[in-house]
């Protein structure tokens, strides 16, 4: 049987792009269950439609406070019978009544080598540092922002005439092979989390050498 995997986006959908790619091209085995979006004007709501994938909009002035709009989120969420959640460029903080209703069962992906450049604007953020290498983070959430259990990442090197833009498309080229790849891992049920780390197991279900 396989898991039933809902993405939620806020924008352009790249990344669910890839997501979609993968599941069609049968190395993403899952069932796509629907795309939630917290904005009605998301490219990542048409990449949805065009693939005949279920979609819901919930914005978040439409409900009193986190919570509630939290609640909406797990109800959707479990209406569509998902087992796994991933976020794709969701610009919303999640309710810990979502955490605890997916333990372990949410994956993000952000634009850094976590725990550097946390929240918004990544690459620049890296850029202003004047860091030599950055890349892109895939971790389970939890209740804070970027600082889950982490799963996979891949490191990217900044050249001296990058701007936030070129810098950005080169990261996002990674992102769009490692999302894929941990989705299919949880998905699996190759991943194994122990505190802080996440152990990835083989094809058998024992420890990697
Ligand atoms: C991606 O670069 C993703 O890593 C980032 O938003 C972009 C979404 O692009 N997410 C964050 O910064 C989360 N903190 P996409 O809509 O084309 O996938």
Request: proline share 13%; no cysteine.
């Given at each position: 049987m396989k898991a039933g995997l809902a993405v939620l986006a806020s924008g352009r959908g790249s990344n669910l792009q890839a997501i979609i790619d993968a599941w069609e091209q049968g190395t993403l085995p899952v069932n796509m269950v629907g795309v939630l979006s917290?904005?009605?004007?998301?490219?990542a709501l048409r990449r949805a439609q065009s693939h005949k994938i279920p979609t819901a909009v919930l914005r978040?002035?439409?409900?009193?406070?986190r919570r509630s709009y939290g609640q909406a989120l797990v109800q959707q969420l479990q209406a569509w019978q998902a087992d796994i959640v991933a976020l794709a460029g969701f610009m919303l903080l999640l309710d810990p009544v979502v955490i605890k209703a997916f333990p372990h069962r949410i994956l993000n992906i952000h634009p850094?080598?976590?725990?550097?450049?946390?929240?918004?604007d990544a690459q620049k953020q890296a850029l202003d540092y004047g860091v030599c290498v950055t890349g892109c983070t895939v971790h389970l959430v939890d209740?804070?922002?970027?600082?889950?259990?982490?799963?996979l990442q891949a490191a990217v090197s900044v050249k001296p005439d990058d701007t936030e833009d070129t810098l950005a498309a080169r990261i996002l080229k990674e992102e769009h092979r490692l999302y894929p790849e941990a989705i299919r891992l949880l998905a699996t049920g190759r991943l194994k989390v122990c505190g802080r780390k996440v152990e990835i197991l083989d094809e058998g279900g024992n420890y990697l050498d």
């Open positions: 917290n904005n009605p004007q998301a490219q978040s002035k439409d409900y009193p406070d850094a080598l976590l725990p550097s450049f946390k929240g918004l209740q804070d922002m970027d600082t889950g259990p982490i799963v």
